[in-house]
């Protein structure tokens, strides 16, 4: 049984961050995690939707047109763990607030609030997933650093997974932020 298309709503990487991202984790010699995201599949997930169940998609493309937002900077000022400290299921890069990143997420939500799909319940934490799965090794090795990066935001996505293609996170509707011209 194949497995249907999901779906989510993201920010892309821009690949010189990305490339940087990379050249970092490489630095620390990362073994204790099955998957590394590769520079040109990272992202900022805004919303997941999964699988499309209730056939929205075209729907939801359509709607995320009427985002209002200027471009905006985001930093990457950190590293942080989801899940046990000791054997977390993700490392990631974390993100200094950002008012203007929350917003576009808020207005994500309103805008497909008409549909079946819904936000994960979870606290949106905006991140940057450099290595998931964990696969075991020593705990203490665990501590990363990683140098500030500053990038705009010019733009988000939809993007399809595609779990056995490179890159897997390929968009399917770009959305460029209205530089106000």
Do not use: C
């Given at each position: 049984?194949?497995?249907?298309?999901?779906?989510?709503?993201?920010?892309?990487?821009?690949?010189?961050?990305?490339?940087?991202l990379d050249e970092e984790r490489r630095s620390w010699n990362l073994q204790s995690h099955k998957r590394q995201t590769p520079p040109e599949d990272?992202?900022?997930?805004?919303?997941?939707?999964?699988?499309?169940?209730?056939?929205?998609?075209?729907?939801?493309?359509?709607?995320?047109?009427?985002?209002?937002?200027?471009?905006?900077?985001?930093?990457?000022?950190?590293?942080?763990?989801?899940?046990?400290?000791?054997?977390?299921?993700?490392?990631?890069?974390?993100l200094e607030d950002s008012r203007e990143l929350e917003e576009l997420q808020r207005q994500i939500l309103e805008n497909l609030k008409t549909l079946?799909?819904?936000?994960?319940?979870?606290?949106?934490?905006?991140?940057?997933?450099?290595?998931?799965?964990?696969?075991?090794?020593?705990?203490?090795?665990?501590?990363?650093?990683?140098?500030?990066?500053?990038?705009?935001?010019?733009?988000?996505?939809?993007?399809?997974?595609?779990?056995?293609?490179?890159?897997?996170?390929?968009?399917?509707?770009?959305?460029?932020?209205?530089?106000?011209?």
């Amino acid at each position: 049984m194949t497995m249907k298309p999901h779906y989510f709503i993201g920010i892309k990487i821009p690949s010189a961050i990305a490339e940087k991202l990379d050249e970092e984790r490489r630095s620390w010699n990362l073994q204790s995690h099955k998957r590394q995201t590769p520079p040109e599949d990272m992202h900022i997930t805004l919303l997941f939707i999964g699988e499309d169940v209730h056939d929205e998609i075209d729907q939801a493309e359509k709607l995320l047109a009427g985002i209002d937002q200027q471009p905006f900077s985001l930093m990457v000022d950190g590293i942080k763990k989801f899940g046990n400290p000791a054997t977390p299921r993700v490392i990631y890069a974390s993100l200094e607030d950002s008012r203007e990143l929350e917003e576009l997420q808020r207005q994500i939500l309103e805008n497909l609030k008409t549909l079946q799909i819904r936000p994960d319940s979870k606290k949106f934490v905006p991140h940057i997933t450099l290595a998931s799965k964990w696969a075991g090794g020593d705990p203490e090795e665990l501590r990363f650093s990683i140098g500030q990066m500053q990038f705009e935001v010019t733009e988000f996505s939809l993007f399809r997974i595609a779990p056995m293609e490179n890159p897997r996170y390929q968009k399917i509707a770009n959305y460029p932020l209205d530089a106000g011209i």
